[in-house]
């Protein structure tokens, strides 16, 4: 059974581009231009995971990421975005994002990023140097003890 994914970002032309490009391995259930969308989709549908983006209407991704986690949802997240600001992937990450991949790099990550998570690791595009995700990683579990 192939795995099922909802996708969510402002911009059509890409999430077109993403569509064509995960559905020869996943079942894309749903797309989303807005956060909110993005959640009910995601209650309605209950997807493996979720790919979305910082940055939408109505409900930006991390919101919908926080909202949908606090209703103990099991979709998994997968940050997809053209900010390569580490302060927004640690907040991804303590919110319980599973993966964060740049824009740039999405057509040739997504998918590795996609069977990553949903074999239950953390993916991170390659090209976040390592030394800023050992600290991302310390940061986080650092906020987190302290909840």
Do not use: W
């Given at each position: ?63 919908a990421l926080r909202m949908v986690n606090r209703d103990g949802c099991l979709t998994k997240f997968v940050v997809c975005t053209a900010n390569p600001d580490m302060t927004l992937a640690a907040e991804a990450l303590r919110l319980g994002a599973a993966g964060y991949v ?46």
């Amino acid at each position: 059974m192939r795995s099922r994914v909802v996708l969510a970002d402002d911009d059509g032309l890409l999430l077109g581009l993403l569509e064509r490009i995960l559905e020869q391995d996943f079942d894309i259930v749903a797309t989303a231009t807005d956060g909110k969308t993005l959640i009910d989709d995601i209650l309605r549908l209950s997807p493996d995971v979720a790919v979305t983006d910082i940055s939408m209407p109505v409900l930006n991704g991390l919101d919908a990421l926080r909202m949908v986690n606090r209703d103990g949802c099991l979709t998994k997240f997968v940050v997809c975005t053209a900010n390569p600001d580490m302060t927004l992937a640690a907040e991804a990450l303590r919110l319980g994002a599973a993966g964060y991949v740049l824009k740039q790099h999405a057509c040739a990550e997504l998918k590795i990023a996609i069977r990553t998570v949903l074999d239950g690791h953390t993916y991170f595009d390659p090209q976040i140097p390592d030394h800023v995700l050992e600290n991302l990683v310390v940061g986080v579990t650092q906020d987190c003890a302290g909840d």
